[in-house]
């Protein structure tokens, strides 16, 4: 998603709309990330001399991966970042970027805000609370302690003794 500097400075405002396809080396940087279902960018741009501000919304569908069983899980989000460019090197300033030719290229914002809304972790909701394998299990701390007093006590297995 590309746009032309002069024809916003004759617009004064200029909204771009597409659906986005990036390729798929891009797409392979996103840990979890398995497919791109759909991508849809809104992008309202206005020109006050000598900035450019631009309302970037960026709205998704997409299949992730598992955190724990790597199983296919649908994910959509929604999310919008404003941004400033300027015209004139003397305006920049820590949130201001320089537009020091006649397009500018929303891509790689667009591509950050979709790598932004990508959780670290994500869980199928049908996946187990607790992990167990043939003679192995993830608990919890109390459970854990709970277990560990009676091993602790020497008496303990004399215990099962006495309830039979």
Known sequence: ????????????????????????????????????NKLNALVKVKFVNPFIIANLKLKGDLILLSSRSLKEVPFSFEDEIDLT??????????????????????????FDLLEENIPLQIIADNEAETLHGDSWE??????????????????????????E
């Open 1 to 36: 998603m590309i746009l032309n500097v002069r024809d916003l400075i004759n617009d004064k405002e200029i909204t771009l709309q597409e659906d986005l396809i990036f390729n798929d080396s891009d797409l392979s940087k996103i840990n979890l990330l398995k497919k791109v």
């Open 138 to 163: 993830v608990i919890q701390e109390e459970e854990y302690n709970n277990r560990k007093k009676d091993v602790d006590n020497p008496f303990a297995s004399l215990k099962k003794l006495g309830d």
């Open 85 to 110: 460019f300027s015209l004139n090197e003397e305006d920049l300033g820590e949130d201001i970027i320089y537009v020091d030719n006649k397009e500018i290229d929303f891509n790689p914002y667009l």
